[in-house]
T-cell receptor, first 114, second 114 residues
Framework: AQSVTQLDSHVSVSEGTPVLLRCNYS??????LFWYVQHPNKGLQLLLK??????LVKGINGFEAEFKKSETSFHLTKPSAHMSDAAEYFC????????????FGQGTELSVKP | EAGVAQSPRYKIIEKRQSVAFWCNPI?????LYWYQQILGQGPKLLIQ????????DSQLPKDRFSAERLKGVDSTLKIQPAKLEDSAVYLC????????????FGPGTRLLVL
């Protein structure tokens, strides 16, 4: 069975400093991996996705993630945090062998201090 | 293009009452998903439709939850009777399975059962 583990439930950074949100996955197959962001009272928005092409994936708003098969990791990074980045972030794996349903991690809440 | 529409946005009911949620997908998206997101957790798939047929409802509590997608467009999710633990945000997502782009999420319906 596929699963994802987000290693931090809450991350706090200062504006202008780097962001690192950690995610490990478990999959029996070549996985599709995603990062979604959820701002308060808003729908989930796709940040980026990995589908077995380039291992370094660039997304929206300056975020990127690197797929490391040897470490089964898919960490999300951004060089410089902005106040508007404060939100809940979800690492997600897609079970392509079961109709493509998404399996979400528990989420990481990102706080950005001025 | 218009996004996924959901209504109502908020609903408060008492336990043992019934409630229904509605989802209108992005035009042309044949695949529709309902997720349940309990506070502090990632979304969990309840049911997946392909057109008007059910692909996966293994996580749907069928003694109280039901869903339909007549004519393969709009979908409704019903809970009858509701329990306190059903308090959550119910998210609808749709996908164009032909292009396999990504799942687009609606804003969700926040349900509080008292």
């Amino acid at each position: 069975a596929q699963s994802v583990t987000q290693l931090d439930s809450h991350v706090s950074v200062s504006e202008g400093t780097p962001v690192l949100l950690r995610c490990n996955y478990s999959s029996s197959y070549s996985p599709s991996l995603f990062w979604y962001v959820q701002h308060p009272n808003k729908g989930l928005q796709l940040l980026l996705k990995y589908t077995s092409a380039a291992t370094l994936v660039k997304g929206i708003n300056g975020f990127e993630a690197e797929f490391k098969k040897s470490e089964t990791s898919f960490h999300l990074t951004k060089p410089s945090a902005h106040m508007s980045d404060a939100a809940e972030y979800f690492c997600v794996v897609s079970d392509d062998n079961q109709g493509g349903k998404l399996i979400f991690g528990q989420g990481t809440e990102l706080s950005v201090k001025p | 293009e218009a996004g996924v529409a959901q209504s109502p946005r908020y609903k408060i009911i008492e336990k043992r009452q019934s409630v229904a949620f509605w989802c209108n997908p992005i035009s042309g998206h044949a695949t529709l998903y309902w997720y349940q997101q309990i506070l502090g957790q990632g979304p969990k798939l309840l049911i997946q439709f392909q057109n008007n047929g059910v692909v996966d409802d293994s996580q749907l509590p069928k003694d109280r939850f039901s869903a339909e997608r007549l004519k393969g467009v709009d979908s409704t999710l019903k809970i009858q009777p509701a329990k306190l633990e059903d308090s959550a945000v119910y998210l609808c997502a749709t996908e164009d399975r032909v292009s396999r782009e990504t799942q687009y999420f609606g804003p969700g319906t926040r349900l509080l059962v008292l």
